[in-house]
């Protein structure tokens, strides 16, 4: 479960951002549901909502570390499919964004609801890995009491 998330996240996010990339130009955007959802392609040179625009080293480093620490956490815990979910779910979308940062020097994103930063697949596979991440803890602890 946990190597099959990390590949099917990372591998979707990369080919969503090789068809934008290659069928919209930069700051186009096109209404999907008008005024509510977008799609609208940028690079973006930071991290979450563009903060610390230029430090991709810094990203770059730190997406590895945080890598290398789940899979060392993950193979030190009891291990279930839904804890590999949620850690697979997590590293597939560093890897994503990873893969973009090294590759092209910025994260394309493209998913644009309006009220919100542009985000991407990845984004969202870090933010749903981590939800998931903190609802095993929350029943692993219950079931601990």
Known sequence: MLYFSILFISICDQLIKVIIS???????SIPVINNFFHLTYIHNRGAGFGIL???KNLFIFLSIIIIV???????????????DL???????GALGNLVDRIRLG???????FR????????DTAIVTGTFLFIIYYWG????NE
Do not use: H, M, S
């Open 86 to 92: 949620a850690i697979g779910i997590i590293i597939g």
């Open 69 to 83: 620490l789940l899979l060392i956490y993950r193979n030190n815990c009891i291990k279930n499919n839904f804890f």
């Open 53 to 55: 625009a230029g430090y």
């Open 140 to 143: 692993v602890e219950k079931n």
């Open 22 to 28: 290659k069928n919209l130009y930069i700051t186009q």
């Open 115 to 122: 009220i919100w930063p542009v985000f991407n697949l990845a």
């Open 106 to 112: 910025y994260v394309i994103d493209y998913l644009d």
